[in-house]
C-alpha cells in the first residue's frame, strides 16, 4: 500500500492513474481544479471512502498547493509517490486558440509563458511544498509526466514551441530537483507516456490510458535513487534528452 497524490486527476491518464492506485490497494489524493465537476472521481470516491480522497488544485496556485499539503497532512505523516501529471497542449483551449503557442508566424509570449507555467514551473513547485511529506515516505518517488516532444535529439520538425519547449524545461528543472532532493532519499523521474488515448492523445493513439499507467507504476517500482533525475519511456526503456 502507497500513499499516492495525482495532480490533473479528473480525466485522461491523471484519472487511469487514480484507478490503477485504487485497484493496487493504494491511498490516493486526487487532485483536480473542480472537485465538485469531477463526476468520475466522484463517484469513485462514493465507491473507495477510506481510500480515495478528492483536493481542490489549480498547479499553479501556491495558495491551492499550500491548502492541499495541509489538507493531505491531515490523512496521512508521509507520502510515497507525487504523480505530476497535469499538463495542457495547444489544443487544450481549443484549436482555434492553438496557433500562439504552435506557429512561428502567430506566437504570443502570454499564452506561451501559461504553457511554461503550467507544463513545467507548476511541477517543481508542487514537488517542493509537498517535500515535508514526501520526505517522511517509504522509498518516495515523484513521477513527472513528460513527453517525447520535450526531446531535444528527437525533434527534427519546425512548430509546436510551447509545448515541446515547456517538456523540455520540465525535464531540466526535475533533473535539477532530483539532484536536491537525492540526499533525502526522494527519487525523482521524467516519463514519457508514449502516445495515450486521451482528450490531449486522440482516439487515434496506439495506448490506453490504463495500458500507460500501469506500465509507468511497474517501471517505477524498479527503478533506484542511483536512476534519479532519468527519463524514461513509459515501459521502461530510457529516453534520450
Ligand atoms: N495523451 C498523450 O498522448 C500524451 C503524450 C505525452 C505526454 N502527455 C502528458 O500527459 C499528461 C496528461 O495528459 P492527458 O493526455 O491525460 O491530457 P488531458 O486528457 O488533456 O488531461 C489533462 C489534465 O490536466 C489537468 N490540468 C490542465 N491544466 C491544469 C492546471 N492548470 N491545474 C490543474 N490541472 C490542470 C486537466 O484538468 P481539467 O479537467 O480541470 O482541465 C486534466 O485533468 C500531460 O502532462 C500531457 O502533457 C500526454
Known sequence: MARVLVTGAGRGLGLAFVQNALQQGDRVFACVRKPERSEALQELAKQHTEQLTLVKLEVT??????AAFHAVSQHVKGLDLLINNAGI???????DKAGPTLRLNELEAEPMLWMFHVNSIAPVMVARQFLPLLEKGDN??????SSWLGSISGKS???NYGYCAS?????????AFAF??????VRVYLFNPGWVQTDMGGSKASLTPEESTASMRQTLDQLTLEQTGEFFDWNGSPHAW
Open 157 to 159: 520538425r519546425g512548430g
Open 180 to 185: 536536491d532532493v537525492k540526499e533525502q532519499g
Open 61 to 66: 496556485s501556491s495558495e491551492e498547493a499550500e
Open 140 to 145: 518516495p518517488a515523484v513521477l513527472n509526466v
Open 89 to 95: 497542449n495547444s489544443m487544450s483551449q481549443g484549436k
Open 167 to 175: 517538456k523540455t524545461t520540465l525535464n531540466m528543472m526535475m533533473r
